[in-house]
């Protein structure tokens, strides 16, 4: 079974590493210790953690957020705007992530859209690739 360490665990969950050790703490995700005392999280446990906490919050984390059938939802802040005379390229940074969306110049204005403005950048997709750091096993 694969073991994480407090500060990946934090990167996984999208929190500070700090969160995760309270967590644990708290009892409320179970760790171990490895034999030089670190505190290290299963993946079976974080996984199952990370169903709990997605199910306790709406995608967006926002009580008010709009329906969607877009489940990806990535909250973040603008970091770029890019307006053409009919096109607009936005870019967003949601904690590790960096997404890019191309959109209407219109679509930008009407939503304010702007560097340091909050934004949730919400995919849904035909396909979805998924890879393994490493790559081998």
Do not use: C
């Not at 919050?57 to 489940?71: E, V």
């Not at 890019?82 to 959109?103: F, K, M």
């Not at 209407?104 to 919400?122: K, M, N």
Request: no cysteine; net charge neutral.
């Amino acid at each position: 079974m694969r073991f994480y360490s407090m500060g990946r665990a934090a990167r996984l969950l999208g929190v500070s590493a700090d969160t995760v050790r309270r967590w644990a703490d708290a009892g409320r995700l179970p760790t171990s210790r490895d034999g030089s005392g670190r505190r290290l999280v299963a993946g079976a446990e974080l996984a199952a953690f990370a169903v709990e906490l997605g199910a306790e919050s709406p995608p967006g984390g926002d009580q008010g957020a709009p329906y969607t059938s877009a489940r990806n939802a990535f909250p973040g802040i603008v970091t770029r705007v890019t307006l053409g005379d009919v096109a607009a390229q936005v870019e967003i940074q949601a904690g590790p992530h960096r997404l890019v969306s191309l959109l209407t110049r219109e679509a930008v204005e009407e939503l304010g859209l702007a560097v340091g403005e909050e934004a949730v950048a919400r995919v849904k997709a035909t396909s979805v690739h998924i890879d393994r750091p490493g790559g081998d096993r």
